[in-house]
């Protein structure tokens, strides 16, 4: 190749990684949770839940291509990138984010999902937590496991609940992450941080080494299996406290699935030895906000007392647990989703309508709902952008044209 030819490739290489960077830029300043890739579409962010277009030309599936070359980290990956079905992987653009990034195929043709991960780690209050979470966190032992559909802000809360130890506690927390999201720097605790491919083959062998590594605090990214959950209850039970995640809808399903992970012949010890080791469960539904100005979470909080031990070892009696969690808001600072959602609807916070889709049980928030219909109709209706709020997808780029190449 000549001079001239290798000019004009770094230039369009150039060009290439300038226009990738000025898309996500465009989303990023417009708060987007997610960027959406693929051949044959257009560029699409999530806003404020909302999946929104950011251009007008479609990608081709060379470019889609180019993008997630770009993306992945070393040149062995990059090698095989032909034979590529899934691939996770984490990237950052300085200045402007991280990304949690998922590579896949579909029709033949590549489609990258990027989540985005904040530079700054958060705290319960920037996430608008119940405060009991700093109690939760605090524990010396136990499970304690965030619930939530896929977009929820599990990981978010997750990573509250080890910046709120990382702050106030001086213990070792180990992670076993895939990819590493939130960066954690050394405060009053020790942070050490393994990323599931790279610094460790696979999750339960990660954690079954964890446990050789004077560990006060174990975070798995997410329980999968019936293994992870058993390591992770064997570490609870020689003395350690592990935070995990389960996509799971609510508390009592995520009981069940735990449970349910297991073959039918181990359930019973196993919803056994999960009544004794689970420490607490905290179940979120992120919710559109009244006001139009982003989401805000809906929580869930179930706390493990020796009642609700009992509750869990009896399959017949699970489905009561809501029952005491109501009861048991005032004296152990627990709360079903119904109650947290009149919270949010009294305070202005999400409109009556939105909560009332968000229900458990839409017939029994709504008659206990009726009472604050009225300060609901003073709320702004989520969907509607207020003046002086933008549209969030004003202003986005128009036209790829001269940003991507065709090859």
Known sequence: MDEKSKGARASAATTHQRGIEQIIKAAIDRNASDLHIKAGDVFRARINGTLVPLTKQRLTPEQTKAIALRLIPNDEDRARIDRVRDYDCSWGMPGVGRFRVNILRQRSSFMIVMRVIPFDVPTFGSLKLPPVLGTLAAADLGMILVAGASGSGKTSTMAALVNHINQTQRKHVVTLENPIEFLHRDINSSVTQREIGVDTDDVNRGLRAALRQDPDVVVI???????????????????????????????????????????????????????????????????????????????????????????????????????HMREAREEHGMQTFHQHLLDLVAEGAVSYETALAAASYPAEFEREGRKLRRVARLATPAQVVKPGVADPAAGLTDDLSGLLPDQ
């Open 221 to 323: 990214g997410e329980v999968r299996d019936a293994l992870t959950i058993d390591t992770a209850m064997k570490a609870v039970e020689t003395g350690h406290l592990v935070i995990s995640t389960l996509p799971t809808p609510d508390v009592v399903t995520t009981v069940s699935r735990a449970v349910g992970l297991f073959p039918p012949e181990e359930q019973e010890i196993a919803r056994q030895r999960l009544a004794e080791a689970l420490h607490s469960v905290i179940a979120q539904r992120l919710l559109p906000r009244a006001d139009g100005q982003g989401r805000i979470a809906a929580v869930e909080i179930l706390i493990c007392t020796d009642a609700v031990r009992d509750l869990i070892k009896d399959a017949n009696r699970t489905s009561d647990i809501p029952d």
